[in-house]
């Protein structure tokens, strides 16, 4: 979870100042009862792969299946080319000329995506050694950054809630939709099932331990911010954490948590590219998606799938080749969430269906997360909602294909 969505965020909602935190706190809620219903998810069938796409298929039906793993999938590619501009934008802090032309940074982003493509071509123990070194890096300046930094926050800044005339609620469903994007990857321990130790204890414990984690890390990290630097300087950062890190310590403070930054934004990719070849070849395997997905090389990474997904993330990025870095990113950020609440929908259901109905607090459970990802779609805008559901569609002529051919 903890990737690039928490470094750049800040600067996308700098406008909103402190109902950013209630944004923060209401996403929170929202990712904890979707953690919840993973972890009840992962007792029930422990041993599975592919996560969301292998819950809706069991409960749902295969065109189900397919669905999930098709928006899923443009999801993680979507997330991919999101993290790479972040990633461009926290270098910026080393190297100031990627951030100041769009051809370097475009450029610099894609070299990073297939690193990272390559790395996972090699075998999982390799893959997950680098995720626990990058997450280590990550999770120290974040920390320190908020034990020191809260002795500089002005408190008066920091709860500032600058509502726009007339209701409310559009503001607030803005900032959670914002803030959510954060969160995505809550349920990525539940999509190498037969791969983890005892899963039926461990995916339910790291689903909901590393959810209440980074949501401490993100609220404190967001007050910090804003209580220190000004909202309309807040909102020209390309590396907000670094930034403000720079306010309490000078160049050697700013250095220090760009570093963390790039490490966790390096993390984060190496981690969803992971994930965007394990989808896919899940699929495959139920004969859902095309054969190639599956095949994998010698150190067992379906490579041809992963290839398939960075390829996609390229175009995508290329697409967005003319905006700034937080537009982008913003842009790619919105359209990743809404990708992937379809698979959290409908193992909302799978849950619903599966579960005894004397069960009153998981219907309850399942109630609520599915309100609130239903409000996260609102969130998205009419623009993102109609292009996620033009790339939805367009795997219906996909899945007929792939059915004649049985």
Known sequence: MIGAGVFLLPATMAAYQGIGIIGWILASIGALTLALVFGKLSKLYPQINGGPYAYSRIGLGEFAGFLVAWGYWISIWCTNAAIAVALVGYLGAFFPELTGSTFLSSLTGLFFI??????????????????????????????????????????????????????????????????????????????????????????????????????????????????????????????????????????????????????????????????????????????????????????????????????????????????????????MMKLSTLSVLLPYLFSIATLALVVKKRNQKTLFLTGLAFLFSLWIVIGCGAEIVFLGFLLLLLGIPAYVYLKKQQ
């Open 114 to 331: 297939w690193f990272f493509t390559w790395v996972n071509s090699k075998d999982i123990k390799t893959i997950g050694a680098v995720q626990v070194l990058t997450t280590i890096l990550k999770v120290i300046p974040i920390a320190f950054l908020i034990i020191v930094g809260v002795f500089y926050v002005d408190f008066s800044k920091a709860f500032v809630f600058p509502f726009t005339s007339g209701s409310i609620l559009p503001d607030i469903t803005a900032v959670t939709t914002l803030t959510f994007f954060a969160f995505l990857g809550m349920e990525s321990a539940t999509v190498p099932g037969s791969s983890i130790k005892s899963p039926e204890k461990t995916i339910q414990k790291a689903t909901l331990f590393g959810t209440v984690f980074t949501t401490i890390l993100y609220i404190l990290s967001f007050i910090v911010i804003i209580g220190i630097i000004p909202p309309e300087t807040l909102a020209n950062s390309t590396a907000p954490f670094a930034d403000t890190a720079f306010e309490i310590w000078g160049n050697t403070g700013k250095y220090l948590v760009a570093f963390g930054a790039v490490a966790s934004t390096m993390g984060a990719l190496n981690g969803w590219i992971l994930i965007q070849g394990q989808i896919p070849a899940s699929a495959a395997k139920d004969s859902l998606f095309p054969k190639f997905f599956k095949r994998t090389n010698k150190n067992g990474s379906p490579i041809l799938g992963i290839i398939c997904s960075s390829v996609l993330a390229t175009i995508l990025m290329l697409c967005n080749y003319s905006k700034t870095l937080v537009e982008a990113f913003s842009y």
